[in-house]
């Protein structure tokens, strides 16, 4: 019985030890992603519900790595926190995003708003509000074209920090929008204190929906309450035609999901949005 035992505890470790080699190993290449140019960012459409005309895009980062190929998001963005690599990987795409929504403002798309995933080390990093202004201003884009999405979370860590930073953030004219709505706990009185333009609802409450009735009125209340606050409201994670359907009865303003696109290469963003609007 011992021998067995050593023998599985021999086994359990070599799996640590290959899990964390695996690790060490993507964390040596996330050093290096950035100088080799390995991130690219998509853009996916932000839909007007009544007009379905593109109104925005949220920049969504991508790590093509030169031997595993794509990586996705929810592997590397929690690693770039625990290392803080996110510091560097979220200021480049920042100013991307800057650099490609001033692009299409100088085009023929001049309203696109271009929303930006912002981490919580970022978010708490002294200086934030001068980097957002860097940003701006390297790329000349008027600030109101410029949105920061937050997670709930995020915003409730500390809310008296988070209420003094998101003010800074507003005097610079930037958007604001609250992100994966519902997934935290968020008390409505703190809520109403943070200078918000946006809240978007998780689609973990759209998976269900129209089949689910209880999901469906859930929704309905959560719009209800953004609307009392009067915040614009973005429905993520929109998949169908009968989802679409019900949302139309609501006061929902965005849509934002694979019913009408995934995230885009720029160049096919931009494509999406010339056909979408032309009509
Ligand atoms: P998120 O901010 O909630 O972004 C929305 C995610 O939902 C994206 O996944 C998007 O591709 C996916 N999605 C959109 N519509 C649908 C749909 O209809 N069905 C389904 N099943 N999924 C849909 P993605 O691009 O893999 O990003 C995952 C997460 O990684 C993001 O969630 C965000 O938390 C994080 N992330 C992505 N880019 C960045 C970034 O530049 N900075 C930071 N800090 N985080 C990022
Ligand atoms: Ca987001
Ligand atoms: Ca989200
Ligand atoms: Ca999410």
């Known amino acids: 019985a011992k021998q067995q035992g050593g023998a599985e505890i021999c086994f359990y470790s070599k799996n640590i030890n290959s899990n964390l080699q695996e ?11 950035l100088n080799n140019n390995e991130f690219q960012l998509y853009y996916q459409p932000k839909v ?23 990586i996705s998001p929810e592997q590397f963005i929690p690693l770039a926190e625990e290392t803080g690599l996110i510091l560097k990987i979220g ?19 001049s309203d696109i708003k271009v929303s930006v995933n912002v981490s919580g080390q970022q978010f708490k990093e ?6 957002v202004n860097r940003a701006l201003k390297r790329s000349d884009l008027p600030p109101s074209l410029l949105m920061l999405e937050m997670t709930e979370s995020l915003a409730m860590d500390n809310v008296e920090t988070s209420i003094e930073l998101l003010n800074g953030l507003k005097q610079q004219g930037v958007g604001l929008s609250i992100d994966d709505f519902g997934t935290g706990y968020s008390s409505l009185s ?25 999901e469906a009125q859930i929704v309905q ?8 606050l009067r915040l614009s409201v973005v429905i993520e994670g929109v998949e169908t035609e009968a989802q679409l359907n019900l949302l139309q009865l609501t006061q929902s303003d965005l849509i934002q999901g ?20 032309d009509e």
């Open 126 to 131: 002294s200086g934030y509000i001068e980097h």
């Open 23 to 33: 690790r060490l190993e993507l964390e040596t290449d996330l050093h290096n992603a």
């Open 48 to 70: 007007d519900l009544l007009s379905k005309r593109v109104v925005g895009a949220e920049a969504l980062l991508r790590w093509i790595h030169p031997q595993k190929g794509f």
């Open 190 to 214: 703190y809520l109403k204190r943070f200078p918000l333009d946006e809240l978007k609802v998780d689609r973990s409450f759209i998976t269900g929906i129209p089949e689910n009735e209880e």
């Open 91 to 109: 200021d480049w795409v920042l100013n991307d995003a800057c650099h490609q929504a001033a692009l299409w403002h100088r085009s023929d798309m």
């Open 221 to 228: 209340a959560i719009i209800a309450m953004a609307k009392a």
């Open 258 to 277: 694979y019913y009408f696109s995934k995230p885009l290469k720029a160049d096919q963003f931009e494509a999406y949005a010339r056909t979408m609007n």
